[in-house]
Structures are given as structure tokens and as C-alpha cells.
């Protein structure tokens, strides 16, 4: 049976009074819907599309299906809202959306025919979007309402109570509409929230900066942030959080950054000064999330330790030019407290980084830069890879660091080594270490073996094989030589025609590993001439090509003394022991007899004779008694001399051989130099000088840290020798030549 | 040809054939021009001479003949051009080099590299000095109290001539040490800023 045709005006009667109906439900009717009635507006609908044309009216009921919203929202939803204020409005707006909500959904019900084909054909929006849109642009002409809004957030700012939840509803219905999209959001209320966050904390920020320490300042901070989080969480969207924590850094951090981290007597410099701990956190956790935030932080960081570590420098320097120094111990006791101040500083600030500054990058460099330049002052004369190299030979020998557990002085020696790495004489440290270690083995003065390994192998992890592999190389030479002792002694005890008289015992050094010594030309006395050539042949008879080369200034001798009162057996150097020798044959003998008859220099006999005769032990008397040895005094045994006790030690004062380590090293650094530069102009050919010294410098910076003009003289050197050339048309580029 | 031949037997030696330093300073006062003129030096460099103080017959030969000279009279005529020629920048580089290697003494095996400081003194004041007196002057004061260098090699002989034509004088505003000037000239410069304050 045909249906009968619906005229557009009699179809939209009968929609409208549907219509009309749900607008008394939203306006709280108690009336409602059955199935019978729904059913009959969509078929109306229905048929209103199906109809044959001109009958179809589709367009038209789409467009009056919009309309109804339209006049809905003007005539009653906006009127509604905006008689109210504040709150209230807010309020009104949340059960306004909700009551249009529920009205899209009802009517999109009866025209969902619509969205079945029409919209899809004609490329046209659904009808549930077009009743939101309606909402939206109807709405959000004005901004009154974010105005309202930004009111209740700066209330709770301040500290009111608000209601949350009705935030929280409004600001659903901006993301709501964005239907997917958070365009509303964003444009509607974001952006203005942002500013208005802005200019409220760039006030009180204006205020606090003057007002409150920067401590006080930086709790204030941390806890607006925390707040500001807390309102994301309550009822902003969570997008929202990473730009509203940005803005209120800038403006409480990054804006007064400056006058906050300097404020004179609570900013960062103050703050460490007083060690102040959990402040220094704070503001590690404040600025370590601001792009260079953490930057001035660290420089100041730098400065202060740096001004730390050059007071100690100064106190050392004070102390050690104010008292004359009459002997070595001086400065040694003074270059002692010293390593152990600088070993102090660098705990706690090593503390400093981990604990404040959560071991950051930054934050170690600036220690590492700051260490580095007061690390190589010289104090007292002293370079400091110097006195680091006692602090460790007072720590090695026996009555240095006697009270010290075994854990305690390795937990030094660890520290120490790390000292090391700020110093950039490393090659003048590795020297003087040397020499001292060379003592202390020679004169059995090391305490204890394990220790003086286990700092070659710390050495060795921080500064490679090469640093210390003559050191070890010494070490196990000892080893050796206590079994080469023991096979002499089998040796002497097969062959007793060969016994030399005396008890001799002989360390077979390897010279290369050694520091350089100079062999004097000491006349050798004749008890221990014998020894030497009965030791001879018995190392020749286990290594044929081997040259031995006697450094008697090392050797200690014990001699038994044949005082009025007493034996007293002395234990002495050689050479000392070779002048007490030369009484055997005369009680007197001037200084020049002395000095031909044992063939010793000057600058050796004035300290040996100094230490026979001037100086605790006398055991030879001096004319004219004084204090010093010249040329022109005669020495004679004191027959007289004794003491409580039956075996003494008489010391001879170490010469300081600060000025020959410090040559011999130079001479090594212009080999390295040359040795460097050739490397570097062989692989590349043509390089431009800059680049050629910077890169020699890299390249040496393991060890020393060279000097421009030592590089350019060994670069003369080098062209003198024809191995590099300057180029004719640029004179600041070099050439090598095969 | 012959009259340049006969031009130098005047001059030579009779057993070694070879102009010697009396024959030099015979002919030299024949130039009406003092030995030790720069003038001298420079006819040297004309003829390419290897020798400081004796000419061979070759040198002569070469050395005339580009000056167009058959006889004394006008070999001093040629005097003032050949000035002239070497003063020009592109000569001058190539005489300012030569003078230094003619001075060095020594033979083919012992080639010596480096000149005495009191040697270099007279040198740069005879080579350089008409043309950047003070600088001269003040190098010259500098060599003579330094203990650096006792010898100077040709790269800072060269070196030198470079700091004068580029470096202000005596401001040294634009003067570098971290570019590849010789060392010495560093240290002078040092030397030269500490006087003027």
C-alpha cells in the first residue's frame, strides 16, 4: 500500500512538538519518552528521507535539526548562564552542557536516519558533531568564562578553598568539545590560564626575590610547583602539567636566576659556604631541570672550591716562607699537612656531588677544573707533583703512617692517586716517586710490600702500563736480588778460598729501571776491594754478558768502632764508612789528604764530614770546632766518643735532588716533545703550526702539559735536523721530510 | 767577452786564478765604493758567487755580463741600477736569502748552517739596515744581550725579514707568538714590550 506523502511543514509540526517535549524534560519535567513515541518521530523522519522527490527532505531536516539547537541555546541555554555569576555561573554551565548533551542524544536518535546515508553522500559532519559544534560556537564567542575560571585558580593560589570537582567538570566540557581534538582546550582556556599563571607568580616573585632568602625563596618555589601539580592532578588536563610547570620555572627560577643564585649572604656561595646541605639539593632539584639551569650553579660550585683549595695553597706557601728552613723536615712536615687538607677537600666535595648534585656531569667537571688549578701550585719551592710524591714516601716507609690500619692506608693511597690525575706534571710525580722508592727499597725502608704493590697497581690503572712499569720493574729487581744474595752466600760457602774477609751482600739492579746515578770515583778501601772483585767473579760465572757498574753512594756499611769506653758498632753510608777507614792508617788528616786519599768531590765531603763530625754523632773531632766544614780544617778520630747505646745510626742528610729530577725530566719532556712532533707530521705531512702544537699538546697531555716555546724550540731543532721544513709561499704551515 | 776575461786577470790572483779578498778590495777602491758596502755584496749576488770574498772567473763573467759592464768605469756605472734591481721586492727576498748562505762558511762536506751572533750583527745591519733601520737596531741590541742563541740558523734569518715587513714597528700590535714565528723573535718581542713599559 503506498505511503502516504509527508509535507516538509505538517512532518516538522509533528518533530517540533517532539522537540518541544524534551526541552521540558531538560527543564525538569518529570515527563519522558516511551517506545511508541520514539518510534514515531524516527519513522516520521524515516519517510520525510524516503519520499520520492521533490518529497525527500533530507537538507531540510538536517538544516531544521540544527537550527533546533541553535534556538535552543540562544533563546534559553545562553540567557540562562549568563544571568549568573561566578561560581554559580559555572555551575549553571556544567548542567547546561549536560542537559545538551543529553539533548544531542535524543535528537540525533530521531534523525539518525540522517547519519545513515545523507551525511555520508553528502560529505557532510554527524549529527552528533554538528549538535556540539552548535554548543561551541554559540558559547565560546565570549571569553568571560575562562575569566571566571582563572578567578577560582588564583582563589585556591592564595589559599581558598574552591570546589575542584566543578573545575574539573568545566574544564571536561572544553576537552569534550573538542570532540578528539584539543584545539577548545588549548585556545579556550589553556593558553589564557598560562598567561594568567605567568603574570600571578612573576609578581610574587617580584615580591619574594626582595624580601625572602634565597633558601626561603627556594622552598616557596618547591612548593608552588608541588601545588601547581597537585592542580593538574585535582582538575586541569594532564596535558597541561609540562607547559604549566615551565611557566612557573621561568618565572620563579630562570627570570631571577641570577639574582637569586648571588644573593650576598644566602645565595649558592653562602650556601656552601656554610655547608648547607639539603639548600644546595633543593636548588639541584629546582635547576636541574631547566636547560642550563644547573650552568651558573656549577660555576659558582667551581669558584668556591677553587677559592677553598687555593687558601690551603697560601697557608702552606705562609707557613713554609716564614720559618727559615734549616732542614728538609721542614717543608716535608708542612707539604704533609697539606696533601692531607687537599685529600680532605676532595671527600668532601666528591660527597658534595654525589649527595647535592646526584653525581651530574657538571658538577664533577667544575670540581675536576677547580682541583686542577690549585693542584699545581708550587709550594715552598716545591712543585706539588713533589710533595705529592713524599705525602706517599712518608705513607711507604717505615715510621711514616705507623698508626694507620691497613685499610686506612690503602683507602690514602687510593685517594692519593686520584690527586694525581689533576696534576699535569705527571712525569715529574712518576720521577720523584722514583728516586724515593729507590731509597726505600736500597735502604729496606719500605714498611710494607703489599702496599708499595698495591699503589703501583692503582698507579698503573689510572695512568697505564708505561707510567709505572720501570717502578715495578724495580720492584721485582729486589726480589731477585734476595735470591741472587742467597745463591753468592752458597757460592762463598763452596769456595772458601774466595771469602773476602768481610760480610757482603750485593743487589744487582737492572739500570733501566733505575734512576740514573752518578758513579763517583770513590778509592775504594781495602778491606772492601776484595769483596767487590770476589763478587765479580762469582756473577760472572752466571752471566757473561752483563757489565756491572758499582754505585757505592747507595751502599751502607756496619763498622765497629774501637772507642776508650766502648765497641759501638755504627751503621753508615759507604762513603762514610770509607773516610772512618781511612783513620785506620792515620789518627789525623786535613780535609785535602781526606779528599785525595778517598777521591771524593767537595760538595759529597763537606756533608760527609759535616755528618762525622758536626752533627750528633762525633765521631771525628774538628779544628777549628764550628758549625760548617771548610777546606782548611784537620779532622781526627775521637777516641772519646760514646753513647747509651751499643749500635747507632748515623744518618747522612739526603741531598736534595729536586734540581736534578727537574733537569733530568726536561730532558726526557724534549725527547717526548720531538718524539711527538715527528709521530704527528709523519702520519699527516703538511699541517699548519696551530694544529700541529695543539695536537702535540693532546698528545703529551697524559704526562706534562709542554709549553708553547718548548715545542717551537724542539720544532727548530727538528728543522735544523731536516726532518721538517717550513713551507716557502705560508710561513705557519710545516712540512715533513722523509 | 775577451775584455771581461782581461777585466778579471787584472784582479786575480796569479796562482790560484781566482779573485781573492786583496783582489776585492783593489777593486773596490777602483769603484771608489768601500769593502764592506752592500754594494759589493750585491754585485756578489749578481754573479751568484759562492764564495764570501773570492770570485771565480765564471762568476765574474756571469755577473758582467748582466750588467752590461766590460770595464771598471762601467761597472761603477752600473752600480746605482743594480741597487735599483735588488731593492725591488721580488729580488730582494731571493738577495736577502743569499747574503746569509754566502756568509756561512765551511766546505762542500762541513756545510755549516748556522752564522756567530757578532757575524749575523754585521749582516743584518749591512743587508736590512737602509731599509728597516730601527727594527735592525733594536734586533741588533737584543741579539747582542740574549744568551738563548749563539748562532743564528737561516729560517730566523728569514724569520726576521718577515716581522719587518709584516709587524707594526715599534707598536707590535699585530704580532702573534702563537703563530709560527722562530722563537727567538717571540722572546725579542717579549723583550721589546717589557722595555716600553
Known amino acids: 500500500m503506498e505511503r502516504k506523502v509527508i509535507e516538509l511543514d505538517q512532518g516538522w509540526d509533528y518533530m517540533q512538538k517532539g522537540i518541544t517535549k524534551l526541552k521540558r524534560i531538560l527543564e525538569g519535567s518529570v515527563e519522558q519518552f516511551n517506545s511508541e513515541e520514539y518510534m514515531m518521530l524516527y519513522t516520521t523522519i524515516y519517510n520525510m528521507c524516503t519520499q520520492k522527490p521533490p518529497h525527500d527532505y533530507s537538507q531540510q531536516l538536517y538544516d531544521k535539526y540544527k537550527d533546533s539547537f541553535e534556538e535552543y541555546i540562544s533563546s534559553t541555554v545562553l540567557p540562562a548562564i549568563r544571568e549568573k555569576h561566578d561560581e554559580f555561573m559555572l555551575r549553571e554551565l556544567v548542567k547546561r552542557w549536560g542537559n545538551h548533551k543529553l539533548m544531542v542524544r535524543w535528537l540525533s536518535r530521531f534523525f539518525h536516519y540522517l547519519d545513515r546515508y545523507f551525511i555520508a553522500r553528502r560529505s557532510l559532519p554527524a549529527l552528533n558533531e554538528v549538535g556540539l559544534t552548535c554548543f561551541r560556537s554559540l558559547f565560546f564567542r565570549q571569553n568571560f568564562d575562562t575569566f571566571c575560571i582563572l578567578i577560582q585558580i588564583d582563589k585556591e593560589r592564595e589559599g581558598e578553598q574552591i570546589d575542584k570537582a566543578l573545575l574539573k567538570n568545566v574544564l571536561d566540557i572544553f576537552v569534550e568539545i573538542g570532540m578528539g581534538q584539543m584545539d577548545c582546550y588549548e585556545q579556550d582556556f589553556e593558553a589564557p590560564m598560562l598567561e594568567d599563571t605567568g603574570v600571578y607568580y612573576s609578581h610574587k616573585a617580584s615580591s619574594w626575590i626582595l624580601d625572602d632568602s634565597c633558601p626561603a625563596y627556594m622552598l616557596k618555589s618547591e612548593e608552588c610547583l608541588k601545588k601547581e601539580r597537585d592542580r593538574v592532578a585535582h582538575y586541569l588536563h594532564s596535558s597541561s602539567e609540562a607547559k604549566l610547570v615551565e611557566k612557573v620555572q621561568h618565572e620563579l627560577l630562570v627570570n631571577f636566576s641570577t639574582q637569586l643564585l648571588e644573593k650576598e649572604n644566602s645565595g649558592c656561595r653562602a650556601l656552601l659556604r656554610d655547608d648547607k646541605v639539603d639548600d644546595l639539593s633543593r636548588m639541584y632539584r629546582l635547576y636541574h631541570k631547566i636547560p642550563k639551569g644547573l650552568d651558573p650553579v656549577a660555576t659558582i660550585f667551581k669558584q668556591h672550591i677553587t677559592a677553598e683549595g687555593m687558601l690551603l695553597v697560601q697557608q702552606a706557601e705562609d707557613a713554609a716562607s716564614n720559618q727559615v728552613i734549616l732542614s728538609f723536615e721542614f717543608l716535608f712536615f708542612d707539604s704533609q699537612v697539606l696533601i692531607r687538607k687537599v685529600i680532605e677537600l676532595h671527600d668532601k666535595y666528591l660527597a658534595y656531588v654525589s649527595d647535592c648534585f646526584q653525581n651530574h656531569t657538571l658538577f664533577h667537571k667544575a670540581m675536576k677544573e677547580a682541583f686542577e688549578i690549585f693542584c699545581n701550585k708550587t709550594v715552598g719551592g716545591s712543585p706539588s707533583a713533589e710533595l705529592l710524591a713524599t705525602f706517599c714516601d712518608n705513607i711507604l716507609k717505615k715510621g711514616g703512617s705507623e698508626k694507620l690500619s691497613d685499610e686506612a692506608i690503602e683507602d690514602i693511597l687510593e685517594k692519593v692517586v686520584k690527586l694525581l690525575a689533576y696534576i699535569s706534571d705527571k712525569d715529574l710525580f712518576a720521577e720523584f716517586y722514583r728516586k724515593k722508592l729507590a731509597r726505600r727499597l736500597l735502604f729496606e725502608r719500605s714498611a710494607n710490600e703489599e702496599h708499595e704493590k698495591s699503589i703501583l697497581t692503582k698507579l698503573k690503572q689510572q695512568c697505564g702500563g708505561q707510567f709505572t712499569s720501570k717502578m715495578e720493574g724495580m720492584v721485582t729487581d729486589l726480589t731477585l736480588a734476595k735470591d741472587n744474595q742467597n745463591e753468592f752466600e752458597n757460592y762463598l760457602s763452596n769456595n772458601p778460598n774466595a771469602h773476602p774477609g768481610i760480610d757482603l751482600s750485593v743487589n744487582v739492579l737492572t739500570t733501566g729501571f733505575w734512576p740514573s746515578y752518578k758513579s763517583s770515583d770513590l778509592n775504594l778501601p781495602s778491606e772492601m776491594v776484595r769483596g767487590v772483585q770476589v763478587f765479580k767473579e762469582f756473577y760472572d760465572t752466571k752471566s757473561k754478558h752483563r757489565k756491572l757498574t758499582w754505585i757505592y753512594s747507595l751502599g751502607s756499611c756496619q763498622l765497629i768502632g774501637n772507642f776508650e769506653a766502648k765497641k759501638i758498632e755504627m751503621v753508615v753510608s759507604t762513603y762514610q764508612a770509607a773516610i772512618l777507614l781511612l783513620f785506620n792508617t792515620s789518627d789525623r788528616l786535613s780535609y785535602s789528604e781526606i779528599m785525595t786519599q778517598s777521591n771524593l768531590g767537595h760538595e759529597d765531603l763537606v756533608r760527609l764530614l759535616h755528618s762525622l763530625s758536626c752533627a750528633k754523632y762525633k765521631i771525628l773531632i774538628k779544628e777549628p770546632i764550628s758549625k760548617t766544614v771548610s777546606p782548611n780544617d784537620i779532622f781526627e778520630f775521637n777516641p772519646k766518643f760514646t753513647d747509651r747505646m751499643r749500635r747507632i745510626k748515623i744518618p747522612l742528610p739526603v741531598v736534595d735532588e729536586r734540581k736534578k729530577v727537574v733537569e733530568d725530566v726536561d730532558k726526557d719532556r724534549r725527547y717526548a716533545i720531538d718524539a711527538a712532533i715527528v709521530r704527528i707530521m709523519k702520519s699527516r705531512k703538511v699541517l699548519g703550526h696551530q694544529q700541529l702544537v695543539s695536537e702535540c699538546v693532546e698528545q703529551l697531555s697524559r704526562m706534562f702539559k709542554p709549553d708553547i716555546k718548548a715545542i717551537k724550540k724542539r720544532m727548530e731543532d727538528l728543522i735544523a735536523r731536516d726532518y721538517l721544513e717550513r713551507d716557502k709561499e705560508n710561513a705557519n704551515l710545516f712540512r715533513y721530510l722523509a | ?197
Open chain 2, 1 to 197: 767577452m775577451e775584455r771581461i776575461d782581461n777585466v778579471f786577470y787584472s784582479y786575480a790572483n796569479k796562482s790560484s786564478g781566482l779573485i781573492d779578498p786583496e783582489g776585492i778590495e783593489a777593486l773596490c777602491s777602483d769603484l771608489e765604493v768601500d769593502h764592506t758596502d752592500v754594494r759589493i755584496l750585491m754585485l756578489a749576488w749578481k754573479m751568484k758567487s759562492e764564495k764570501q770574498g773570492y770570485f771565480t772567473l765564471e762568476e765574474w763573467r756571469r755577473g758582467l755580463k748582466a750588467l752590461r759592464a766590460d770595464n771598471v768605469h762601467k761597472l761603477k756605472k752600473a752600480l746605482p741600477e743594480l741597487e735599483k734591481e735588488v731593492k725591488r721586492p721580488t729580488n730582494f727576498v731571493d738577495f736577502y736569502s743569499y747574503a746569509f748562505q754566502y756568509c756561512l762558511t765551511g766546505n762542500e762536506k762541513e756545510k755549516q748552517k748556522s752564522i756567530d751572533i757578532e757575524s749575523i750583527c754585521q749582516l743584518l745591519d749591512l743587508a736590512l739596515g737602509f731599509q728597516f733601520r730601527s727594527q735592525v737596531d733594536y734586533f741588533i741590541d737584543y741579539l747582542k744581550i740574549q744568551s738563548d742563541y749563539k748562532v743564528i740558523n737561516l729560517d730566523q734569518w728569514m724569520g726576521f725579514y718577515r716581522f719587518c715587513n709584516e709587524i707594526n714597528f715599534p707598536g707590535l700590535s699585530n704580532y702573534d707568538p702563537e703563530l709560527a714565528w722562530p722563537l727567538i723573535l717571540d722572546n725579542f718581542v717579549e723583550w721589546l714590550r717589557e722595555k716600553q713599559t
